[in-house]
T-cell receptor
Framework: DAGVTQSPTHLIKTRGQHVTLRCSPI?????VSWYQQVLGQGPQFIFQ???????GRGNFPDRFSARQFPNYSSELNVNALLLGDSALYLC??????????????FGAGTRLSVL | GIQVEQSPPDLILQEGANSTLRCNFS?????LQWFHQNPWGQLINLFY???GTKQNGRLSATTVATERYSLLYISSSQTTDSGVYFC???FGTGANNLFFGTGTRLTVIP
């Protein structure tokens, strides 16, 4: 079975542009979460979606938005890119929305560089 | 506030040596996972261990939830063990978002 897949793997954008990152969860998983990892730090939670509804949001500006599709894949959108948005963006999928045995599995990430 | 602290921040070992990585967290957790991040950025699941002890080959982990810490043991280390090890926790009931520590960077030299 395929794991969590993310596309693209690398992306270069300039300040002020918009970017869309994509994630397909593990088959059968209904929850997708997005994380941002800046160089030298641990990942930080951005959003969680379960059954196409937003279930959690981290401390990120409104320039960041996401959605989940009926097939449980997800998109992360970032508008008006800033240099500080340069990071590795990670997607995680899990079978549950929280509590219990809720193991999260991560994709290989999209490395975004903003020039 | 919410805190997840890992120690040591950096660790250099000779191949074959053993090591212990520690994760302290500030509140009760419903999820605790250990990850190994390889040089390409992939987070590899090592353990799901909100409490108790588990072993997988040369790796084992113990979480003492009442004392709010978890330990990751690596025995007979190999060069392929190099990378950053993260502890991540979800707090409270029903919460799904993981809070990550700052990681332990392990370098195993031949």
């Amino acid at each position: 079975d395929a794991g969590v897949t993310q596309s693209p793997t690398h992306l270069i954008k300039t300040r002020g542009q918009h970017v869309t990152l994509r994630c397909s969860p593990i088959s059968g998983h209904k929850s997708v979460s997005w994380y941002q990892q800046v160089l030298g730090q641990g990942p930080q939670f951005i959003f969680q979606y379960y059954e196409k509804e937003e279930r959690g949001r981290g401390n990120f500006p409104d320039r960041f938005s996401a959605r989940q599709f009926p097939n449980y894949s997800s998109e992360l959108n970032v508008n008006a890119l800033l240099l500080g948005d340069s990071a590795l963006y990670l997607c995680a999928s899990s079978s549950r929305t929280g509590g219990g045995k809720n193991i999260q599995y991560f994709g290989a990430g999209t490395r975004l560089s903003v020039l | 506030g919410i805190q997840v602290e890992q120690s040591p921040p950096d660790l250099i070992l000779q191949e074959g040596a053993n090591s212990t990585l520690r994760c302290n967290f500030s509140d009760s957790v419903n999820n605790l996972q250990w990850f190994h991040q390889n040089p390409w950025g992939q987070l590899i699941n090592l353990f799901y261990i909100p409490s108790g002890t588990k072993q997988n080959g040369r790796l084992s982990a113990t979480t003492v939830a009442t004392e709010r810490y978890s330990l990751l043991y690596i025995s007979s280390s190999q060069t392929t063990d190099s990378g950053v090890y993260f502890c991540a926790v979800a707090f409270g009931t029903g919460a799904n978002n993981l809070f990550f520590g700052t990681g332990t960077r392990l370098t195993v030299i031949p």
